[in-house]
Protein backbone atom coordinates (compact mmCIF):
# COMPACT_ATOMS: atom_id res chain seq x y z
CA UNK A 1 0.00 0.00 0.00
CA UNK A 2 1.58 3.43 -1.32
CA UNK A 3 -0.61 5.61 0.24
CA UNK A 4 -1.32 5.51 4.13
CA UNK A 5 -3.97 6.74 5.65
CA UNK A 6 -4.96 7.33 9.02
CA UNK A 7 -7.32 8.62 11.68
CA UNK A 8 -10.62 7.05 11.55
CA UNK A 9 -12.56 5.73 14.98
CA UNK A 10 -16.06 6.49 16.16
CA UNK A 11 -17.38 9.54 17.30
CA UNK A 12 -20.58 10.77 18.86
CA UNK A 13 -22.74 13.34 16.17
CA UNK A 14 -21.34 16.93 16.60
CA UNK A 15 -18.38 16.19 17.39
CA UNK A 16 -14.49 15.96 15.15
CA UNK A 17 -11.89 13.66 13.43
CA UNK A 18 -9.10 14.58 11.68
CA UNK A 19 -7.53 12.22 8.78
CA UNK A 20 -4.46 12.02 7.51
CA UNK A 21 -2.53 10.38 4.61
CA UNK A 22 0.91 9.89 3.41
CA UNK A 23 2.25 9.43 0.15
CA UNK A 24 5.85 8.38 -0.16
CA UNK A 25 8.14 10.64 0.30
CA UNK A 26 10.25 9.89 -3.04
CA UNK A 27 7.11 10.70 -5.06
CA UNK A 28 7.42 14.20 -7.21
CA UNK A 29 5.02 16.03 -9.13
CA UNK A 30 2.11 15.36 -7.13
CA UNK A 31 -0.69 17.57 -8.49
CA UNK A 32 -3.70 16.91 -7.03
CA UNK A 33 -4.61 14.74 -3.39
CA UNK A 34 -8.04 14.82 -2.03
CA UNK A 35 -10.80 12.34 0.19
CA UNK A 36 -13.28 10.27 -0.77
CA UNK A 37 -15.82 8.60 1.02
CA UNK A 38 -18.09 4.96 0.21
CA UNK A 39 -20.99 4.08 2.52
CA UNK A 40 -21.98 0.30 2.80
CA UNK A 41 -24.19 -0.17 -1.05
CA UNK A 42 -23.23 3.82 -2.58
CA UNK A 43 -20.40 4.76 -4.85
CA UNK A 44 -17.66 6.15 -4.14
CA UNK A 45 -18.13 9.95 -3.67
CA UNK A 46 -15.75 12.96 -4.05
CA UNK A 47 -15.24 14.72 -0.32
CA UNK A 48 -12.72 17.23 -0.92
CA UNK A 49 -9.63 17.99 -2.81
CA UNK A 50 -6.82 19.88 -3.08
CA UNK A 51 -4.40 21.36 -5.93
CA UNK A 52 -0.65 21.77 -5.25
CA UNK A 53 -1.02 25.25 -5.39
CA UNK A 54 -3.71 24.98 -2.58
CA UNK A 55 -6.74 25.76 -4.50
CA UNK A 56 -9.45 23.28 -2.43
CA UNK A 57 -13.13 22.07 -3.52
CA UNK A 58 -16.14 20.22 -1.56
CA UNK A 59 -18.88 18.70 -1.88
CA UNK A 60 -21.78 20.73 -1.28
CA UNK A 61 -23.00 18.05 2.04
CA UNK A 62 -19.44 18.88 3.74
CA UNK A 63 -19.16 22.39 2.73
CA UNK A 64 -18.27 24.59 6.08
CA UNK A 65 -17.70 21.98 8.21
CA UNK A 66 -14.82 19.50 6.60
CA UNK A 67 -11.16 21.32 6.03
CA UNK A 68 -8.68 19.74 3.24
CA UNK A 69 -5.12 21.06 3.36
CA UNK A 70 -1.59 19.16 2.69
CA UNK A 71 1.72 19.73 3.04
CA UNK A 72 3.99 19.67 -0.21
CA UNK A 73 7.38 19.35 1.35
CA UNK A 74 5.81 16.06 3.70
CA UNK A 75 3.70 14.80 1.00
CA UNK A 76 0.76 14.55 3.41
CA UNK A 77 -3.14 15.74 2.46
CA UNK A 78 -5.40 16.45 5.86
CA UNK A 79 -9.43 15.91 6.14
CA UNK A 80 -10.49 18.00 9.60
CA UNK A 81 -14.01 16.71 10.19
CA UNK A 82 -16.28 18.86 11.89
CA UNK A 83 -19.67 18.65 13.00
CA UNK A 84 -19.74 15.54 12.55
CA UNK A 85 -23.36 13.96 11.16
CA UNK A 86 -24.36 10.30 10.99
CA UNK A 87 -24.12 10.63 7.78
CA UNK A 88 -21.10 10.86 7.09
CA UNK A 89 -20.34 7.27 7.97
CA UNK A 90 -18.31 5.58 5.46
CA UNK A 91 -14.79 4.36 4.68
CA UNK A 92 -13.17 7.68 3.61
CA UNK A 93 -10.11 6.90 0.74
CA UNK A 94 -6.83 8.91 0.48
CA UNK A 95 -6.81 9.86 -3.39
CA UNK A 96 -3.53 11.40 -5.41
CA UNK A 97 -2.92 12.05 -9.25
CA UNK A 98 0.28 12.58 -9.51
CA UNK A 99 2.58 13.14 -13.20
CA UNK A 100 4.48 9.93 -14.27
CA UNK A 101 6.85 9.24 -17.05
CA UNK A 102 8.82 11.27 -19.45
CA UNK A 103 8.23 13.06 -22.66
CA UNK A 104 5.33 12.24 -24.92
CA UNK A 105 4.75 9.17 -22.27
CA UNK A 106 4.23 11.61 -19.39
CA UNK A 107 0.67 11.20 -18.11
CA UNK A 108 -1.48 11.01 -14.92
CA UNK A 109 -2.09 8.44 -12.87
CA UNK A 110 -4.57 7.77 -10.09
CA UNK A 111 -3.41 6.13 -6.73
CA UNK A 112 -5.88 5.31 -4.07
CA UNK A 113 -5.56 4.71 0.02
CA UNK A 114 -6.64 1.44 1.89
CA UNK A 115 -9.78 3.58 3.32
CA UNK A 116 -10.31 4.36 7.10
CA UNK A 117 -13.66 3.88 8.32
CA UNK A 118 -15.42 6.99 10.00
CA UNK A 119 -18.42 6.12 12.18
CA UNK A 120 -20.78 8.49 13.61
CA UNK A 121 -23.12 7.95 16.26
CA UNK A 122 -26.53 9.46 16.61
Known amino acids: VQLQASGGGLVQAGGSLRLACEAP????????MGWYCQAPGNQRELVAT???????SYADSVKGRFTISRDNAKNMVYLQMNSLKPDDTAAYYC?????????????????WGQGTQVTVSS
Open 95 to 111: YVNRQVGTGFARRGKEY
Open 25 to 32: ESWSSINV
Open 50 to 56: VSRGGST
